[in-house]
């Protein structure tokens, strides 16, 4: 069982940035492709980025294409710049064992409790 924990979410004005992190809990998440999705009040979860284990492919929705980052060391990064009011989500990081890193929920075995991020404009 793998439990992660995110943080790093809060209240913050359009342009401005923020950095989410996910860390699990007493386990290595270094045998996991990693990925991070949100969910808006009144819609689906989405796909936002994704990690391969060794860090080596990254993978991004259109709507965060150039202005989101994910990286990851023995914790998993979100780096959010230029953020907008439509990224006004819980931000929830997830990770799946599976060799091919997955976009859709049901592709990872493991979920944060996640953690909100609110844009101003």
């Known amino acids: 069982q793998v439990q992660l924990v995110e943080s790093g979410g809060g209240l913050v004005q359009a342009g401005d940035s923020l950095r989410l992190s996910c860390a699990a809990s007493g386990r290595t998440l270094s045998r996991y492709s990693m990925g991070w999705f949100r969910q808006a009040p009144g819609k689906e979860r989405e796909f936002v980025a994704a990690?391969?284990?060794?860090?080596g492919n990254r993978y991004y929705a259109d709507a965060v294409k150039g202005r989101f980052t994910i990286s990851r060391d023995n914790t998993v990064y979100l780096q959010m710049n230029s953020l907008k009011p439509e990224d006004t989500a819980v931000y929830y990081c997830?990770?799946?064992?599976?060799?091919?890193?997955?976009?859709?929920?049901?592709?990872?075995?493991?979920w944060g409790q996640g953690t909100q991020v609110t844009v101003s404009s």
């Open positions: 997830a990770a799946s064992n599976r060799i091919v890193v997955g976009h859709r929920p049901y592709e990872y075995n493991y």
């Open positions: 990690i391969s284990w060794s860090g």
